[in-house]
């Protein structure tokens, strides 16, 4: 599994841009990198994934670095409901979901 | 439509009892995933089904662990003599099949208590 690193905690000012780092640095080729993110007591949920491109949905943008090795998720405006720990995920094909401790974002009114 | 939904929301039982934790998948998604989460980390992959069957069972602790899918769609998680490092929330997911592509979509999860 390529092993990810995140900073433990983030804080974001309400409305504001907000960017989330991820280190992979052991990616392997197949990998998607996926993001979910967690609200207080709810299940994970789906963000985000990409391979290469940069890539953008209605949740969130990934912008991914030439050499695969981070990644960056970013949320154009930050709201209270977007306050979560954020999961960045190497993923190929036949392996499940490996969760590491995630970014903790907060989000200030 | 509906999500993926788990029974009970909480569970507490003393040590030593048996547990069955359930789990409802989106209609139609053919992948199901259960992943414990103990305080303060990442939910943890415990086994994968497709289908009926368990397609990666590598995450299960030890063999007081067991799940089953009979029909392809309701699973049971089943923890024999449990223990109070159990204690943990239940986390089930399901996906429209298993591959890189596809997002899992969790159920609200399982609080289980073992005193």
């Known amino acids: 599994d390529a092993k990810t690193t995140q900073p433990n905690s983030m804080e974001s000012n309400e409305e504001e841009p907000v960017h989330l780092p991820c280190n992979h640095s052991t990616i392997s080729g197949t990998d998607y990198i996926h993001w979910y993110r967690q609200l207080p007591s709810q299940g994970p949920e789906y963000v985000i994934h990409g391979l290469t491109s940069n890539v953008n949905n209605r949740m969130a943008s990934l912008a991914i670095a030439e050499d695969r090795k981070s990644s960056t998720l970013i949320l154009h405006r930050a709201t209270l409901r977007d306050a979560a720990v954020y999961y960045c995920?190497?993923?190929?094909?036949?392996?499940?979901?490996?969760f590491g401790k995630g970014t903790r974002l907060s989000v200030i009114a | 439509g509906a999500g993926v939904s788990q029974t009970p929301s909480n569970k507490v039982t003393e040590k030593g009892k048996y547990v069955e934790l359930r789990c409802d998948p989106i209609?139609?998604?053919?992948?199901l995933y259960w992943y414990r989460q103990s305080l303060g980390q990442g939910p943890e992959f415990l086994i994968y089904f497709q289908g009926t069957g368990a397609a990666d069972d590598s995450g299960l602790p030890n063999d007081r662990f067991f799940a089953v899918r009979p029909e392809g769609s309701v699973s049971t998680l089943k923890i024999q003599r449990t223990e109070r490092g159990d204690s943990a929330v239940y986390l089930c997911?399901?996906?429209?099949?298993?591959?890189?592509?596809?997002?899992?979509?969790f159920g609200p999860g399982t609080r289980l208590t073992v005193l």
């Open positions: 209609s139609g998604h053919t992948a």
């Open positions: 995920i190497p993923l190929s094909g036949n392996t499940p979901l490996v």
């Open positions: 997911a399901s996906s429209p099949k298993r591959s890189s592509y596809n997002e899992q979509f």
